[in-house]
């Protein structure tokens, strides 16, 4: 074991002041300790955000959900206000990763990470939500820029995320059954302003996707998504599955999205 | 993360049962048994993916039976 100093801070501000000072923030652990412990990451100093009141909670604000970004996995699938409000949200939630891991695992910690396979940043980017961080707000079409990689700057902390209430929702992920990510997980959401339909597991960033978006837009249907064509250019090959077969299953996700948002 | 083992949760219930035939070519009745489940399952199970891709005109498939690899062999029995 290697040593390393860990702080507790109590508010987001000194857990901010930290974090531009060198620390590496600790939310929930899920990939930071594991990647700790390959040796992959061996921060000098971590600071810890569990003890953070105001970063935790959930709350209805006017028609959004606003959820603190140190809130666990479990607490927002567990929700009666997100179980009311927006069903889907709470659903995706409970189905990441396995009990441990929803038990520690935060909501800002998983759209800080921008794990390219990860569920949460789908949601954030269907939904058209806002990251609220310790200085300012992002939209989501703003915030995942690429792989691992987002719009916050050295020392900016999320301290929550505002998810609008859509008309309908729902997200259906293709697990990859070893690491139980997403090969393919497509978030669907039919808005006032038309329907957003975000993709992740198949690329190197979760993204919109423009041509499901238009269809959908015009009829929410699962026969809708079935009629647009998806391009495998742009989409990742490895040992779970081929480009093209991710591009199935953007489609066949989609549909049945759909389908499950029409309950 | 690319391969696990199953876990706990991954099962459905077990109910346990022993039939004991014991081996007669050995003063102990004893014999190795370990291995023979590890054996039958994946002859049973690409069997029964092969019966399922028959239709479809896939003739040869090989172990791993993942959702890819089957996609992509009924893809190729398209083409």
Known sequence: ?263 | MDYTMPRADDFCEFKLDTVCTPCTHNPLGTKGCGEAGAIGSPPALINAVLDALAPLGVKEFDMPATSGRVWDAIQAAKA
């Open chain 1, 1 to 263: 074991m290697y040593t390393f100093a860990f702080e507790r801070p109590t508010t987001a501000a000194d857990a901010a002041r930290l974090v531009a000072a060198g620390a590496k923030p600790l939310a929930g652990g899920q990939t930071l300790l594991a990647s700790m412990k390959l040796r992959l990451a061996s921060p000098e100093t971590l600071a810890d955000l569990g003890g953070i009141k105001e970063l935790t909670g959930i709350r209805r604000d006017g028609d959004s959900i606003v959820i603190g970004a140190m809130t666990r996995h479990a607490d927002v699938a567990e929700s009666a206000e997100v179980q009311a409000a927006i069903p889907a949200l709470a659903d995706l939630a409970a189905h990441i990763g396995d009990r441990q891991v929803r038990a520690m695992g935060t909501l800002g910690g998983s759209v800080a990470n921008n794990d390219p396979a990860a569920c949460y940043p789908s949601a954030v980017l269907a939904l058209g939500a806002t990251v609220h961080t310790t200085s300012r707000k992002i939209a989501a079409d703003d915030f995942f820029t690429g792989m691992f990689s987002t719009a916050l700057e050295e020392g900016e902390l999320i301290t929550a995320i505002g998810f609008p209430i859509p008309q309908r929702a729902a997200y259906m992920k293709f697990k990859q059954p070893a690491s139980r990510f997403a090969m393919v997980g497509v978030f669907v959401a039919q808005t006032a302003a038309g329907a957003r339909v975000a993709v992740t597991g198949a690329a190197s960033c979760v993204f919109r996707h423009a041509g499901l978006e238009a269809a959908l837009t015009q009829s929410f249907t699962p026969e809708a998504a079935a009629g647009v064509a998806i391009d495998a250019s742009d989409l990742n090959a490895d040992i779970h599955a081929s480009a093209a077969y991710r591009a199935n299953l953007v489609s066949v996700q989609t549909q049945r999205a759909v389908a499950k948002a029409l309950g």
